[in-house]
Every structure is written in C-alpha cells, then in structure tokens.
C-alpha cells in the first residue's frame, strides 16, 4: 500500500469516525471470508459499516475524533464497526454474531466518546432499539384513549341497561 493509499484509507476511516455515534472494535481472528461477508451484510442493512483496518492507520484516523479513545487500546488483529443511526441495533447485530460464531469476540468500543468493555457492549445489545422503544412509547400514547372510549362505552351500556329495566317495570 503506497502512501496515496493509507492517507484515502486514514481519510475514509476519519469520516466514518466522525459520524459514527458507535464504534466497536472486535476480533475475528480464525473467521472465513463468507462468514465475514455474512457479517458485513447484516450490518449494511442496519446503517453500519464493517472495517477491517491496520492499527496505525486506524490510530491516526481516529486521532481526532469523539472515538479517539480507542486508540490507545488497538493490538493485534482487529475490525471496527461504525454505527451511525441506532447504537444498539450496532451492538445487537455483533453481539447475536458472537453467539453464533465462537471465534468471534467483541473486545471494546466507544459510545459518543464513553469507553465500553465487552461486557457493556453485551448489556447494551440487549436493550430495545430505537424503533421497539417508540412502539411502547406509542402503544402507551394509545391505551389511554383506547381505555377512555371504553369506560365510556361501559357507562351508555349500564344506562342503557338501567333504561331498559325501567321500561320493563313499567309495562310489567
């Protein structure tokens, strides 16, 4: 890789850092191609995006950035994932990979500039996500008129109930 190359490398990995609200470091060391491809994939349909990246590189890129506390942390062999929109659907998506592959490890990553271990990426991937969190929001919003009308309704029945057994005494 000739200068040209690392510096639109440093470039691109600095701009997806600087949009990025999440970026997990992880280990895919002993993965094939297809279940990489597999991964990428998954994470592309969620606004995230998949990196494998040189250490130095990745050092440089992130220097100036809401994620530069990574790194100091960066050994061995090691892919970033930048998600841009929902963290914990970031964090969802990698952490059910890392159930289905065992050679899969989340190491680290940082959450709009907080540093997180393995064990607060996993705690963060089971939260709901953004979309399930404005459902119960909305189903909340909607049980109360819901329950409104049918209070409402209860009480014309039992009126209508109460006219009709006065209608019935009546004629009887």
Do not use: W
């Amino acid at each position: 890789m000739n200068r040209a190359e690392k510096a639109q490398v440093i470039q691109d990995l600095h701009d997806k850092a600087q949009k990025a609200s999440i970026a997990l470091v992880t280990d895919f060391r002993g993965l094939k191609v297809e279940e990489i491809n597999e991964l990428r994939s998954t994470l592309r349909q969620n606004n995230v995006d998949y990196q494998v990246v040189k250490n130095t590189l990745a050092r440089i890129a992130l220097e100036d950035s809401q994620h530069a506390l990574l790194k100091d942390e960066l050994r061995d062999t090691c892919a970033v994932a930048f998600g841009y929109d929902d963290p914990v659907v970031a964090a969802k998506e990698l952490a059910n990979f890392a159930k289905k592959h065992k050679k899969f490890a989340l190491r680290f990553g940082s959450l709009e500039g907080k540093y997180l271990d393995a064990d607060q990426i996993k705690d963060l991937s089971e939260l709901p996500s953004h979309e399930e969190l404005l459902g119960k929001l909305l189903g909340t919003f909607n049980a109360v008129p819901t329950q409104f009308v049918g209070l409402f309704a209860n009480l014309l029945r039992n009126l209508m109930y109460a006219l009709k057994a006065i209608e019935e005494q009546k004629q009887g």
